[in-house]
């Protein structure tokens, strides 16, 4: 089967830095996806990475390692705004493999 | 600028009554389009997916069906509705093959319908 992993909740303080692990086992890898979605909203897409290492966009980035079938997605300078639900997703076959999700709570 | 539209917001259906949801794209020539359901707290759970006018693949058993009469438009629909069909229904499109750079990995979402059976 395919799924992917990821922990359901992770806890950090405004201003931190913090890591959402997710571990994958799919067909036909192509490349994991992290979005973004605030409670009561549709995701948003933050970042792609089809090779190995690490991808930055401001203050996230996001790392892949093929070989150990891993992925991160790394928030740094952690504002509340960020407290959200974020999927890690892996495409394959015109289409998303998506995981349970992980809820970012900030504390102040 | 691409958009995408989906309504309604939110609906209130009595089991056993029919469902059409309607999501259209601008902007955009030949996209994919999906449809996903999520429960509460949950992750997304793809219902269908359309690389094409007609072109329709489901990927889980159910009572619902899927069309898509024109190029960026996609529909969902029931005949009749289940207490388990209930849940945040989110449609998405993203880059077809067509466009010459295959990108499913990018799929951008409609603001979503919240539907509760009763």
């Known amino acids: 089967g395919q799924s992917l992993e990821q922990p359901s909740e992770v806890t950090a303080v405004e201003g931190a830095i913090v890591q959402i692990n997710c571990t994958y086992q799919t067909s036909g890898f192509y490349g994991l996806s992290w979005y973004q979605q605030h409670d009561g909203g549709a995701p948003t897409f933050l970042s792609y990475?089809?090779l190995d290492g690490l991808e930055e966009t401001g203050r996230f980035s996001s790392f892949l390692s093929r070989s150990d079938s891993y992925g991160y997605l790394l928030l740094q300078e952690l504002q509340m705004k960020d407290s959200a639900s974020y999927f890690c997703?892996?495409?394959?076959?015109?289409?998303?493999?998506w995981g349970a999700g992980t809820k970012l709570i900030i504390k102040p | 600028s691409q958009t995408i539209h989906q309504w309604p917001a939110t609906l209130v259906q009595p089991v056993g009554s029919p469902l059409s949801l309607e999501c259209t794209v601008e902007?955009?020539?030949?996209?994919?389009l999906y449809w996903y359901r999520q429960a509460a707290g949950r992750g997304l759970q793809l219902l269908f997916y359309?690389?094409?006018?007609?072109?329709i693949s489901s990927e889980v058993p159910q009572n619902l069906s899927a069309s898509r009469p024109q190029d960026r438009q996609f529909i969902l629909s029931s005949k009749k509705l289940l207490l388990s069909d209930s849940g945040f229904y989110l449609c998405?499109?993203?880059?077809?093959?067509?466009?010459?750079?295959?990108?499913?990995?990018?799929?951008?979402f409609g603001p979503g319908t919240r539907l509760t059976v009763l």
């Open positions: 997703a892996s495409d394959s076959n015109y289409q998303l493999i």
């Open positions: 998405a499109w993203s880059v077809s093959q067509l466009a010459g750079v295959s990108s499913y990995n990018e799929q951008f």
């Open positions: 990475n089809a």
């Open positions: 902007g955009t020539s030949n996209p994919n």
């Open positions: 359309s690389v094409g006018i007609g072109q």
